[in-house]
């Protein structure tokens, strides 16, 4: 069965500092690869996905994540967090093929600090 | 505002009582889906319509949840004789048949049993 791993339950960076959460899946294919964030009383939002392709890939709001075959990872990054950027982030994973059973991590809380 | 749309935003229901969600997806989506997320956790799969026919259930859905999807648009997610282990945010997404299966998520309606 696939499952999805963020090791980072809460991480708190300063305003204007870089940030990079972690994300490890397993899965016996390359699965469809996703990041949501989830701010309070809102729903899941959508920042970038992975298909295929360059394994670098540019989502909303200024973020990035970066495909690593050898290493079962998809990490989010973003260079400069502003205070807004404060939510919660849930990475997850589908099978290709089929409807896409879409397979969530248990989420990293970022918190922003002046 | 065209993006997926839940009703109501918040429950608050006794042990024992039924109570029923609807979600209204993107109009031109006929995938529908709908997760459980609980405090500390990211969004579990309950089940999942093509059109009006509900094609997977999760093990997580009892026999006292039952989902519908009757004309193809709109769903409705019924507990019958609510415990205190359903308190949770109940979250509705939407997405196209194609091979990418981005999906668009609602706001949620969040159920506290008392």
């Known amino acids: 069965a696939q499952s999805v791993t963020q090791p980072d339950i809460h991480i708190t960076v300063s305003e204007g500092a870089s940030l990079e959460l972690r994300c490890n899946y397993s899965?016996?294919?390359?699965?469809?690869l996703f990041w949501y964030v989830q701010s309070p009383g809102q729903g899941l939002q959508l920042l970038l996905k992975?298909?295929?392709?360059?394994?670098l890939v540019q989502g909303i709001k200024g973020f990035e994540a970066e495909f690593k075959r050898s290493q079962s990872s998809f990490n989010l990054r973003k260079p400069s967090v502003h205070w807004s950027d404060a939510a919660e982030y849930f990475c997850?994973?589908?099978?290709?093929?089929?409807?896409?059973?879409?397979?969530f991590g248990t989420g990293t809380k970022l918190q922003v600090i002046p | 505002d065209t993006g997926v749309s839940q009703d109501p935003r918040h429950k608050i229901t006794k042990r024992g009582q039924n109570v029923t969600f609807r979600c209204d997806p993107i109009?031109?989506?006929?995938?529908l889906y709908w997760y459980r997320q609980t405090l500390g956790q990211g969004p579990e799969f309950l089940t999942y319509?093509?059109?009006?026919?509900?094609?997977?259930k999760s093990r997580l859905l009892s026999d006292r949840f039952s989902a519908e999807r009757p004309k193809g648009s709109f769903s409705t997610l019924e507990i019958q004789r609510t415990e205190q282990g359903d308190s949770a945010m109940y979250l509705c997404?939407?997405?196209?048949?194609?091979?990418?299966?981005?999906?668009?998520f609602g706001p949620g309606t969040r159920l506290t049993v008392l």
């Open positions: 899965y016996g294919a390359t699965p469809y």
């Open positions: 997850a994973v589908a099978l290709s093929g089929g409807y896409q059973k879409v397979t």
């Open positions: 319509f093509q059109n009006e026919a509900q094609l997977e």
């Open positions: 997404a939407s997405s196209v048949v194609r091979e990418y299966n981005e999906q668009f």
């Open positions: 992975y298909f295929s392709g360059d394994t």
């Open positions: 109009s031109e989506h006929n995938r």
